[in-house]
């Protein structure tokens, strides 16, 4: 998002990026406000905070550290044909990002320190659900290599439906003839947001003909044991979902275009009259994961 300053404290908002959808753009709005605000109006933070806002926003909790690591390290492993040498360099990123964990980690850098059988516990967790994951590949995937259509690293794609804008981001798709096929890893064993796999499933269904292509979702756990879950959706369902996107879009878009006005107006401290109108949850539970917690309560 981009403001500019008109005279003194009035501000034209131009916030493209800020309403482009994403299932954690939802999530995160109806959460809590004033995350949203940290998150994505970065423009709108006054420079007091400015700086510890960034430096916040790139701690990330243990689990999606690990989870995204992993994730990470699968795509290197596809990408070298080797998971022996993805294994060698994600030993040396592991201890070298959590060697320095009270700058990485949320938890560590709010005082909980992770001790060596912890550390040590996580790398094991990790370096299995890697050799599963390899395991899964050679048996599934390895031969159909040429037809993977997307990968992890291939970065977050956008789709536009009913003139929004939607970010997504699936794991790994291969496409053989009439099927598509949606890979996606799972490290632990978590209950499954399905409106994920719905949004990769109506990416895929306005890319391709939606009558001439079958799509499959397969959720692969990778940790503690290997399973592979499969599902897919009925048309209705993802029409469902897409007036779901919309009412979620809607509510977030008029509640920056009232913004937009309200930034219109003369205060002698803007930043902070904005920072009211993003209300912080009263949910204590969001709060003690969020890695903004020191810009609300102190550390
Ligand atoms: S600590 Fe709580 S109130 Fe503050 S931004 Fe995070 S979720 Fe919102």
Not at 16 to 21: L, Q
Not at 201 to 223: D, E, G, Q, W
Request: charged share 30%; with cysteine; aromatic share 14%.
């Amino acid at each position: 998002m981009r403001i500019t300053r008109i005279p003194q404290n009035k501000f034209e908002i131009n916030y493209t990026n800020a309403i482009k959808w994403s299932n954690n753009k939802h999530r995160i709005y109806n959460d809590c406000k004033r995350k949203f605000l940290y998150r994505y109006l970065g423009s709108l933070i006054g420079p007091s905070e400015k700086e510890k806002v960034e430096r916040l926003k790139g701690l990330k909790n243990l689990k999606k550290w690990q989870g995204e690591i992993i994730h990470r390290y699968i795509d290197i492993s596809i990408n070298i044909d080797s998971i022996d040498l993805a294994l060698e360099k994600f030993k040396n990123e592991f201890h070298s990002t959590l060697n320095n964990s009270n700058e990485n980690i949320t938890e560590c850098y709010y005082g909980i320190p992770l001790t060596n059988s912890q550390m040590e516990q996580i790398y094991n967790t990790s370096v299995i659900s890697l050799k599963n994951f390899w395991f899964y590949y050679q048996q599934n995937i390895r031969k159909l290599k040429e037809n993977i259509i997307f990968r992890d690293s291939y970065g977050i794609q956008t789709l536009r439906i009913r003139e929004i804008d939607i970010l997504y981001k699936p794991d790994l798709v291969v496409k053989k003839d009439d099927e598509i096929i949606i890979f996606d890893w799972k490290t632990q064993e978590i209950e499954l947001d399905l409106n994920q796999f719905k949004l990769y499933s109506l990416a895929y269904l306005t890319m391709y003909h939606p009558k001439k292509v079958i799509i499959k979702s397969k959720i692969v756990t990778l940790y503690p044991t290997l399973k592979e879950d499969e599902i897919s959706f009925s048309r209705q369902a993802i029409d469902e979902y897409i007036d779901f996107i919309y009412t979620s879009y809607l509510s977030i878009k008029n509640f920056l275009d009232q913004m937009r006005i309200f930034t219109q107006r003369d205060f002698e401290n803007l930043f902070d009259e904005i920072k009211q109108r993003f209300e912080k949850t009263q949910n204590t539970s969001i709060c003690s994961k969020c890695e903004f917690k020191e810009l609300c309560f102190g550390k």
